[in-house]
């Protein structure tokens, strides 16, 4: 049975590349969004540290992510990353252990 995924991805812009990155990042926001299994994609910047950024999403199930990360516009994006981010992205995959409150 196929689960909701929450994903957490968290990088680090080289010094010079900050504003580069983010205007990257929410160039992926509408395309993704668009996605048959994605229920939510965001791109947040750290109020500390403007470097930062940080991208929430929640995909239907794993396998809508995996089609995601084969679309061209997302592997364009991984093919730029090295020029504009220090280290790897940080990557957390979740599962939801509450309910759902509204």
């Known amino acids: 049975m196929a689960r909701q995924l929450t994903v957490i991805a968290i990088m680090k812009a080289k010094k010079g590349a ?3 990155l983010g205007n990257r990042l929410k160039a992926l926001v509408e ?6 299994g994605c229920i939510n994609y965001d791109c947040h910047q750290d ?4 470097g930062e950024w ?7 199930d794993r396998s809508d992510l995996d089609h995601h990360f084969t679309m061209p516009y997302h ?3 991984i093919a730029d ?3 504009l981010i ?7 995959y979740l599962d939801m252990r509450s309910q759902f409150a509204r």
């Open 75 to 77: 592997r364009q994006f």
């Open 54 to 60: 940080v991208m929430y999403e929640n995909w239907k």
């Open 86 to 92: 220090e280290g790897e992205i940080e990557m957390h």
């Open 81 to 83: 990353l090295p020029d």
């Open 47 to 50: 109020q500390e540290n403007p």
């Open 31 to 36: 395309p993704s969004r668009s996605e048959a």
């Open 18 to 20: 900050e504003e580069e």
